[in-house]
């Protein structure tokens, strides 16, 4: 089957949604179904929820794996239009399915979405039990949630205020994305790193590590208003 990452560019939800249009043109069986939920998603993306519901509403569901991509995408449309509540239940029965099919990966993806729609106060549990379930898991791809994971986990910190907790769980999630080895993510998680040192009155630290990311930055010809603002703030 495709892998699914390699058609998707988030930043061009249009492209990829013709993208996945046309792999599941050329495609039968399941693996149709499946890139079809993605052409779904990318609908979501560009905000035209109707059209994306309308989709997954077309499509059969002849084995556990379609029925978990189904459900996981009903329920992210359900969560990008602000229907938290509703999407829930999708969330869960993907995570139901993927664990039917034996797809860890999609198993994980369902259980992170589960984290971002339940109150506040559960979302460090239920991204804990995603990230044990990636951690025991033999899928690359599915162990590979880690770093996305404790990010979310620091976030929740971070959120109540507590930087303390947060700076912990984002250099676990530096230390991750190191290993993956995306250098556009890994800077993002060196960023969250340097955030949370000046949020704790570490000042000098977090300096050096904006700098030494506006100079990385700056040799790969790109740049990062967020490495600016927080430069600004500590050059000030």
Known sequence: MTRLRDLWDFDDPAGSEVRFRAAADEAEGDERIVLLTQ???????????????????????PSDEVAAHVSLERGRLLRSAGEEEAALPHFEAAEAAARDAGLDAVRVDAVHMVALVVPAEERIAVNERALELAGRSADPEARD???????????????????????????????????????????????????????????????TMQRALKADLEAAGASDPHVDEELALLED
């Open 145 to 207: 949630w880690d770093a996305s994971l404790l990010t979310n986990i620091g976030m929740v910190h971070a959120d109540a205020g507590d930087f303390a907790g947060a700076l912990a769980v984002f250099e676990q999630a530096l230390v991750a994305r190191e290993r993956i080895g995306e250098d556009e993510r890994t800077r993002v998680a060196r960023w969250m790193v340097a955030w949370s040192l000046r949020n704790l009155g570490h000042r000098a630290d977090a300096l």
């Open 39 to 61: 052409a779904a998603r990318a609908l979501g993306l560009q905000e035209r929820y109707d059209e994306g519901h309308a989709l997954l509403d077309d499509l059969a569901v």
